[in-house]
DNA sequence: GTCCATAGTGTCGTTTTTACACAAAAGATA
DNA sequence: TATCTTTTGTGTAAAAACGACACTATGGAC
């Protein structure tokens, strides 16, 4: 087998060629208002001062998945963190110091109940998706793909639920789809729609903390949903 | 800086976790009934004579998509190939010998114009998706992604036009749908539709192959696919 | 008791989707 | 040369989904 037939290569590799893998993560988060990224202010060289996405590198004995799961874990407090990879970026020079590949993994959160402390400890930050400073290295890019994947996936899946508390207001949910899609809807057709899919149960509880009149809380209904035919949601 | 820091490790880095990076691709054609995949018969250790997968291993120099580009050529003969990155792929155990990650791209290639040399120098062949044997190591999965993004991406980008030749007909678009989305069609509808569309032309020629009377030939236009307004095709 | 801010609700016209059947062409064949 | 056969090509009507739209209800604040 020659040099040329690609796989054939495998047990003859070049050492040189091993490169060091990262994983980035794109933590969403949603304040009843506009939806959020977690970024931290990197305390060293390069770029230091510099905003940036929550990251590290991939250890010989865990995936990808499990380098974020640890990762998530390690600047949200959090375990089991809705996650999805979103992509694999590999430009040459993407990190100056040492050829890296890094894949980008986006993480929806619910913005109450990560720990305060982490924030403070790795001077991480809040910011708008559409307010966001510019990032370093790709992770501009990271977050705008991973946006568009955010936004294709929860028009089919049921993901919304993660960036909200388990109980909600419709307000809350139609806002939520909102900030995703960065768009407007109708609040008749909204509530229309999201009933027609038979996928949330209304409780007898009211929020009382945005209006005198209170507005009825909301709950996810995993079972339905499973059971549901449809395959889109909004 | 810590060591639990995340990025903070970046420059603290253990050469022990760097990795092989590989990309694997999954070649789509069409032959007028099914859609097929290219795949080659390993003819060398671990997992000798089992079916795989066209892959390779990422460079010190190159991105992933120039990987990509250059497994491509090397196993059609073809460049200028649509292509688009899959997911990255990294059990710790998906290759044996060493501690590989792969990233997938899908490609799509007209079935008639690539080398025959190739196919006959790499043991290449193609199959239908449907009825393609076991692949080694994780590639079954990469397959069942890849088919998955191709159903999704050719709902809303004029991609299946890249898996035709260059003048067409309505039935062979038909026909190339339902492979891809493994159902069919109502044809009235589906021309309904796509003529809706805006973004072929209908040309003078006729293909005379397949029946006494001929049909039409269509072509993708891309100036109107840029100018048109909606975004979804199928 | 009035004010005020937010919650909650239904209809109708338009658009899109779906289901469905027959005539035309032209070479093959008798 | 008539007819058989196979494939192409075409329209309509009913159903469903979508989009636009405005008023009443609630209940605490004042």
Known sequence: MNQETGHAVTYQYDAEDKVLAAVDCIIFGFDEEDLKILLIKRGF???KGKWSLVGGFLKKEETMEDAATRILELYTGLDNIYMEQVATFSEVDRDPVERTIST?????????????????????QWFSVSNAPHL???????????????????????IGFDLLPQKFTMRQLQKLYEAIWDAP?????????INSLNIIDKLDEKDMTTSRKGSYLYQFNAEKYEKREGKFLI
Request: proline content about 4%.
């Open 185 to 193: 809807f109708d609040k008749r057709n909204f509530i229309n729609k």
């Open 45 to 47: 060289e390069p770029e």
């Open 104 to 124: 980008a993994y986006y993480a929806l959160i619910n913005i109450r109940e990560h720990s305060k402390n982490l924030i403070k400890q790795f001077s991480a």
């Open 136 to 158: 370093i290295f790709d992770h501009d890019r990271m977050v705008q793909h991973a946006l568009q994947r955010l936004r294709n996936r929860s028009a089919t899946e049921p």
